[in-house]
Nanobody, 124 residues
Framework: QVQLVESGGGLVQAGDSLRLSCAASGRTFSTFAMGWFRQAPGKERVFVAR????????YYADSVKGRFTISRDNVVNTVYLQMNSLKPEDTAVYYC?????????????????WGQGTQVTVSS
């Protein structure tokens, strides 16, 4: 099992930045990929970004490409999501998740353990 705890959410204005963190425990962190998803009220949970176990390969949703950066530190078992130039449409609960080996990296079913989520609200 993997336990995941997100932090770093909050209320910001459009154009501001936030960095989310997700601390993992329970399994060797450097052996599995990690992802970030988000879910806005009344909408499905959607893919944001994914990073490989070593950190060498990353994927992003088109909506965040160029503004968000996913990274990880396998020494402190933490994955990060740096979010710059935030927009009101980025408002959502953000979840981190541990990834299975899968080519469908953008689907929730390609992830097995999930954190509790952290709220990000961007005002205009």
């Amino acid at each position: 099992q993997v336990q995941l705890v997100e932090s770093g959410g909050g209320l910001v204005q459009a154009g501001d930045s936030l960095r989310l963190s997700c601390a993992a425990s329970g399994r060797t962190f450097s052996t599995f990929a990690m992802g970030w998803f988000r879910q806005a009220p009344g909408k499905e949970r959607v893919f944001v970004a994914r990073i490989s176990a070593s950190g060498g390969i990353t994927y992003y949703a088109d909506s965040v490409k160029g503004r968000f950066t996913i990274s990880r530190d396998n020494v402190v078992n933490t994955v990060y999501l740096q979010m710059n130039s935030l927009k009101p449409e980025d408002t959502a609960v953000y979840y981190c998740a541990s990834g299975r080996a899968s080519s469908a990296y953008y689907l929730p079913r390609s992830y097995d353990y999930w954190g509790q989520g952290t709220q990000v609200t961007v005002s205009s």
